[in-house]
């Protein structure tokens, strides 16, 4: 999985704090996602733990790795994470809408 965003004028990328993440200009991230580290985790049981919880900072105890966070529209932040699901032993890609601490959506594929 590679997602790239090209910017207007050619800048040196710089590291991120993730490995497989770096910065191709000002808020452009080029993401490698074989580089990205992943959590173990039953799909299955993170879709109940947010439809239960919609906090986000009780929903992020259950990733073992740091979400790239990225900052979207109206005051949300996007957060993407690499997740090995334990119940298919696939890996998916789980990104979560979060504004005021909550979770106001999410999109696991």
Do not use: C, W
Request: aromatic share 6%; proline share 6%.
């Amino acid at each position: 999985m590679l997602v790239a965003a090209a910017a207007s004028q050619p800048v040196l990328a710089q590291s991120s704090n993730i490995p497989g993440v770096t910065e191709a200009a000002p808020g452009v991230q080029r993401i490698d996602g074989a580089k990205v580290p992943s959590t173990r985790l039953s799909v299955s049981a993170l879709k109940a733990a947010i439809e239960g919880d919609r906090s986000y900072s009780k929903i992020k105890r259950l990733f073992t790795v740091a979400g790239i966070a990225s900052p979207g529209p109206a005051g949300t932040t996007t957060y993407m994470f690499k997740v090995h699901d334990t119940d298919t032993d696939k890996d998916i890609v789980a990104i979560l809408f979060v504004k005021g601490g909550s979770i106001l959506n999410y999109m696991i594929s």
